[in-house]
């Protein structure tokens, strides 16, 4: 079974210019996850899809900061314009359902992004 | 507020065991994970909480105590392979949201 595909794995652009990070979940699961990790940080959540719908995107800057699943696959996530806080690895993750007894988050290989 | 806290750095001799302490503070709990991450790579599942008590999975083991909101990941007759962070993270409500502790360190040595 193929897991939790990213691209591209690295990039580096200049502050204030924009950027898109693409996701393609396991096959079959509904819900997908959008993180951002601080190096020396864990993980935290920029925003949560069920199918195409949203369900929690409360510490997403959306100043900056738009994610979309249309068709409730594979999903995007851009920064415009990025500012030099913005560097970190986004990872992707999905699952099959949400919040279920033993349902599990499985992640992507991420996107290191660096803002010079 | 919401809190999950973990040693940030431990360091173990090949063969030996070390045991992560996580201890959170959250609005909810319906679960506790640990996740392996070796550098430069993804978070991978290892092991899940949400009732009391140990759960073991080969040379690895996680301990759940709700009233303490403590949990523990063991891991015995380390390699060194096992020289990685360790997450916890908590899953505080229905929706499946994850906050993650800061990670743990593992250094294994020969």
């Known amino acids: 079974e193929a897991g939790v595909a990213q691209s591209p794995r690295y990039k580096i652009i200049e502050k204030r210019q924009s950027v898109a990070f693409w996701c393609n979940p396991i096959?079959?699961?509904?819900?997908l996850y959008w993180y951002q990790q601080i190096l020396g940080q864990g993980p935290k959540l920029l925003i949560q899809?069920?199918?195409?719908?949203?369900?929690?995107d409360s510490q997403l800057p959306k100043d900056r900061f738009s994610a979309e699943r249309l068709k409730g696959v594979d999903s995007t996530l851009k920064i415009q314009p990025a500012k030099l806080e913005d560097s970190a690895v986004y990872l992707c993750?999905?699952?099959?359902?949400?919040?279920?007894?033993?349902?599990?988050?499985?992640f992507g290989p991420g996107t290191r992004l660096t803002v010079l | 507020g919401q809190n999950i806290d973990q040693p940030t750095e431990m360091t173990a001799t090949e063969g030996a065991i070390v045991q992560i302490n996580c201890t959170y503070q959250?609005?909810?709990?319906?679960?506790l994970f640990w996740y392996q991450q070796h550098a430069g790579e993804a978070p991978t599942f290892l092991s899940y909480?949400?009732?009391?008590g140990l759960e073991e999975k080969g040379r690895f083991s996680s301990f759940l105590s709700r009233s303490k909101g403590y949990s523990y990941l063991l891991l015995k007759e380390l390699q060194m392979k096992d020289s990685a962070s360790y997450l916890c993270?908590?899953?505080?409500?229905?929706?499946?949201?994850?906050?993650f502790g800061a990670g743990t360190q593992v250094v294994v040595t020969p």
């Open positions: 993750a999905s699952s099959l359902s949400r919040g279920g007894r033993t349902d599990t988050q499985y």
């Open positions: 096959s079959g699961h509904a819900t």
């Open positions: 899809f069920q199918n195409n719908g949203v369900v929690d």
């Open positions: 959250t609005s909810g709990f319906n679960g």
């Open positions: 909480n949400v009732l009391d």
């Open positions: 993270a908590v899953r505080s409500d229905s929706w499946g949201k994850l906050q």
